[in-house]
């Protein structure tokens, strides 16, 4: 007759403590020791914050410090009255020079044209022992008055006879004639040309 023993009855097993209290303290210190390496990672990292936070700090005070320097050894610039004035007297002149400019190239009544024409013309029949000081247009540039000094007076009638070749010159014939020896230089020769018999001014 057999008999059967049954060898894996519950019985004879070793019962097993799910979390025994040997493995419970071994968490509970690694719990411990993970919380103090946390926290003096967090002190350490407020300390370095503090220290970054205090040099910062005095990098601004010395900042605002230099400011401050600054601001006393240059102090707001005060308006100059005398520049002031001298801008102003700019601006006229430049207005001033837009309207000759506009007058020049633009014209008045009776001169279309302009006036720029004329001073071409002048410049074209330049003679280097003529030379003018003054030239004045008038009644919107039919009127001309010529004023100049030459070495050589029979170069005004050459230099007259040249100007005639220019367009706005041609056909124009000047009226009066002045030659006068300038008394500082004899050896110079003043002349005056008009258009019309109106008075030297």
């Known amino acids: 007759m057999r008999q ?17 209290a040997g493995l419970m303290a071994a968490m509970l210190g690694v719990a411990v020791l993970l919380g103090l390496l946390i926290g003096v990672l967090c002190l350490w990292r407020a300390s370095a914050l503090e220290s970054e936070l205090a040099r910062l700090q005095a990098r601004q005070t010395a900042a605002l410090q230099r400011i401050d320097v600054y601001q006393r050894q240059y102090p707001p610039p005060t308006p100059d009255p005398a520049l002031a004035r001298k801008v102003k007297k700019m601006l006229g002149d430049r207005q001033a020079h837009l309207a000759l400019l506009q007058l ?20 074209r029949e330049a003679l280097a022992t003529v030379w003018l000081r003054r030239i004045r247009f008038s009644a919107g ?8 000094s030459t070495t050589r007076a029979s170069d005004v009638p050459l230099y007259l006879q040249g100007l005639n070749r220019q367009q706005d010159y041609a056909g124009r014939e000047f009226d009066h004639l002045q030659l006068s020896r300038s008394e500082e230089h004899p050896q ?3 002349f005056l040309l008009q258009t019309t018999h109106e008075e030297k001014p």
Request: charged fraction near 15%; aromatic fraction near 8%; charge should be neutral.
């Open 4 to 20: 059967r023993i049954n060898l894996y009855q519950p019985a004879l097993f070793e019962k097993k403590v799910p979390f025994s």
């Open 141 to 148: 540039g039919h009127n001309l008055l010529l004023e100049g």
């Open 188 to 190: 110079i020769i003043n």
């Open 104 to 123: 020049l190239t633009n014209g008045e009544p009776g001169n279309r044209l302009g006036f720029s024409g004329h001073l071409e013309g002048l410049a």
